[in-house]
């Protein structure tokens, strides 16, 4: 039995270095977690290094084999669900390494595993948790790495992964609710462009026959003659039709990745009655929520700041919050600038002030992301109930003059017959 010398973190986030008696390098990792501290440096007293010298290296090639891995693409509820998990595991007792293989065991999709595993070599060879998920940024955001470093800085990772765990959980039921009052319109957008273009392509052509036969040529009404250019020209330029709508719609995502059309769109969206209440509700419910969980984690105010800027896809919002980063950093309270602002109502910075002068900020601001929640939730129902309507009478109105244009020359016929 040999002698290992080690370097470990114990339940309270210490470091802490003894020697232990081991029969192998792994042995002496297993006696390590069982006694609940997490290995991060362990080394053969005789001066062969079992831990982060040669088998680091080892750990890399293996990382690398491991990068590429077929399965489903790692989405906001896989994330969210391994966070929970993860806290619960480690609020129970259990060390991060130990937690990891147990995640790792249990996930299905085989990406996320992979980079699980390779997360997990990286704590093996004394790197920190936020250094593996840095390596992984597609997937782990810098509002969670910076939360993760913050909760190993203060050694308090469960509750801080708790934390982030709700947040992503309420962000996706928000994002789920507005998603789900988008479905209703689209659906019947998509019946209406489907029933528009039976009636152009099949029947409206078979009646322009029966008006060439029985009409002789006479000259149409307005509303039918319009039907059947519309018509004509769908059937006569069928390819020419579906290129400028697939034209128009990349061109419409490419404007979107530009300065110019990011600013319309998000003005537009913000200024739209209806919609642009709910969307201002979203943002400040996604950047109050934000800004709240990374100031009761321990991360300073001016990187959360820039944080929840950077979670916003709103380009007003985001300089918003880059004038009070420069405003705050100038040593200026953060509700004054924030008053200055006009994306942010009167109740926000009432709130935001309050929580300054108490020394609650942090929770002031989750309470403010609580209550645009449920507003949210409102706006959502609201659009939701008006929507459903407007859009029944914007199909019938479509369809029936469509129908309409077809009967008035029908009407001319049957005059010409009974004369």
């Known amino acids: 039995m040999a002698k290992f010398k080690y370097t470990a973190i114990d339940a309270n986030g210490k470091q802490k270095t003894g020697t232990v008696d081991a029969e192998s ?11 609940g501290l997490m290995p991060t440096k362990v080394t053969a007293t005789g001066g062969s290094s079992a831990g982060s010298g040669g088998k680091k290296a080892k750990d890399g090639g293996k990382a690398k084999k491991k990068g590429i891995a077929f399965g489903k693409v790692i989405s906001q509820e896989d994330l969210s669900t391994f966070t929970r ?30 980079v699980l595993e390779q997360i997990a070599e990286q704590v093996k060879s004394g ?20 939360m993760v470093k913050a909760g190993e800085a203060g050694g308090v990772l469960d509750t801080v992964l708790s934390r982030l765990a709700g947040f992503m959980e309420k962000a996706l039921r928000t994002k789920k609710k507005v998603k789900s009052a988008m479905v209703y319109p689209i659906v019947v ?28 040529g006479s000259a149409l009404p307005g509303p039918t003659q319009l039907v059947i250019s519309i018509s004509n020209f769908m059937q006569q330029n069928i390819i020419l039709s579906i290129v400028i709508c697939v034209v128009a719609f990349f061109g419409f995502k490419f404007l979107l990745r530009t300065t110019f059309g990011k600013k319309i769109f998000n003005w537009c969206s913000i200024n739209l009655p209806k919609i642009g209440d709910l969307v201002r509700k979203v943002n400040i419910a996604r950047i109050t929520r ?26 007003f919002y985001a300089g918003a919050l880059n004038r009070i980063h420069d405003s705050v950093r100038d040593g200026e309270p953060l509700a004054a600038q924030m008053e200055r602002e006009s994306v942010f109502p009167n109740m926000v910075t ?61 009407v001319e016929i049957i005059k010409q017959l009974t004369g």
Do not use: C, W
């Open 290 to 315: 934000t800004f709240g969980t990374l100031l009761s984690s321990g991360v300073p105010i001016l990187q959360s700041i820039t944080i929840s800027k950077d979670i916003t896809g709103n380009s």
């Open 25 to 35: 390098q792994e042995d002496a990792n297993s006696k390590l977690s069982a006694a």
């Open 350 to 410: 009432s709130m935001v002030d309050v929580g300054e002068e108490t020394g609650e900020l942090a929770e002031m601001l989750n309470r403010i992301a609580d209550n645009y929640d449920e507003d949210v939730d409102n706006a959502v129902a609201g659009i939701t109930s008006i929507i459903e309507p407007v859009m029944i009478v914007f199909l019938a109105l479509v369809v029936g003059f469509i129908v309409i244009a077809l009967f008035l020359p029908i």
């Open 127 to 146: 790197n920190s948790f936020s250094d593996g998920l840095s390596q992984h940024p597609k997937i782990f955001d810098r509002l969670y790495i910076n």
């Open 85 to 114: 998990q993860l806290a619960t595991l480690l609020q129970a007792g259990l060390p991060l390494l130990r937690g990891l293989e147990v995640m790792i065991r249990q996930e299905k999709n085989l990406r996320f595993r992979a």
């Open 189 to 216: 957008v998509g019946v209406a462009v489907a029933i528009v273009a039976l009636l152009m392509t099949v029947v409206v052509p078979k009646f322009q026959t029966i008006f060439d036969d029985m009409l002789g």
